[in-house]
């Protein structure tokens, strides 16, 4: 299986992002760039990342403008959405019915 961005969330214009993916605990690689538009934006990675079955990954987007979603009719996973200010303490804000605007689809 390859991690093949699209990678989508929602940012206002001009905002700088950068984002690491992590696969089994090891970071494979790091990317960043300029919203250039407001609402969703899809981004494709500069390479593909191999992830095999039973393999965990994780992506940690950084920003000043983190987008979620909240009280709405989906299912919140405890331990799915996570928040910092820092980097270093993190929050699960699905504990306040809260979801980070963020996707990761894999082919």
């Known amino acids: 299986m390859l991690i093949d961005f699209p990678l989508a969330f929602e940012l206002i214009s001009g905002i700088d992002y950068s984002f690491d993916i992590y696969v089994n605990g090891k970071q494979v690689h790091s990317q960043n760039g300029t919203s250039e538009f407001a609402g969703f934006k899809t981004i494709d990675l500069d390479k593909n990342i191999t992830v095999k079955s ?45 979801t980070v605007c963020l996707k990761v689809y894999t082919l």
């Open 54 to 98: 039973n393999d965990t990954f994780k992506v940690v987007f950084k920003n000043n403008n983190v987008p979620y979603q909240a009280f709405s009719r989906q299912h919140y996973m405890p331990g799915m959405s996570f928040v910092s200010n820092d980097g270093q303490s993190w929050k699960d804000i699905t504990l306040d019915n809260k």
